[in-house]
């Protein structure tokens, strides 16, 4: 959505615009539903017709996750990407960005 939104406008760097897909889309809506109430998160999914099950499963999954990955010792939340996804299509994006994101698809 905010890469399709930046050129639309014909704001924001063309290199960051092409990371943006629907894996951005989709993580940045994970972390948007999983930071807000339950009741928020359901009718946030329904309101953008989203499978509110599917969401609990995933976040659910993610959670069983990161509490094996923290109890090895690797930190609270040792996969979040939401900081630095905030970041692309921003000026304050770098090459280390790109790379994650690369990573991550």
């Known amino acids: 959505r905010r890469g399709k939104d ?3 406008r014909g704001g924001g760097d063309t290199t960051a615009q ?7 889309d989709m993580l940045m809506t994970f972390y948007r539903l999983r930071h ?4 928020q ?6 309101r ?3 499978n509110f099950k599917v969401f609990q499963q ?10 094996i990955l923290s109890r090895m010792g690797l930190g ?3 996969v979040s990407c939401k900081d630095w ?4 299509g921003t000026r304050a994006e770098t090459h280390e960005h790109h790379t994650k994101w690369a990573t991550l698809v």
């Not at 092409?18 to 951005?24: E, G, V």
């Not at 807000?36 to 009741?39: A, T």
């Not at 995933?58 to 509490?67: C, H, L, S, Y």
């Open 6 to 8: 930046l050129a639309a």
């Open 18 to 24: 092409t990371l943006l897909s629907d894996h951005y």
């Open 36 to 39: 807000i109430p339950i009741d």
């Open 41 to 46: 998160a359901l009718y946030a999914c329904m």
């Open 48 to 50: 953008e017709n989203l």
């Open 58 to 67: 995933v976040n659910d999954a993610a959670e069983q996750t990161i509490g």
């Open 76 to 78: 609270p939340d040792p």
């Open 85 to 88: 996804l905030w970041q692309l």
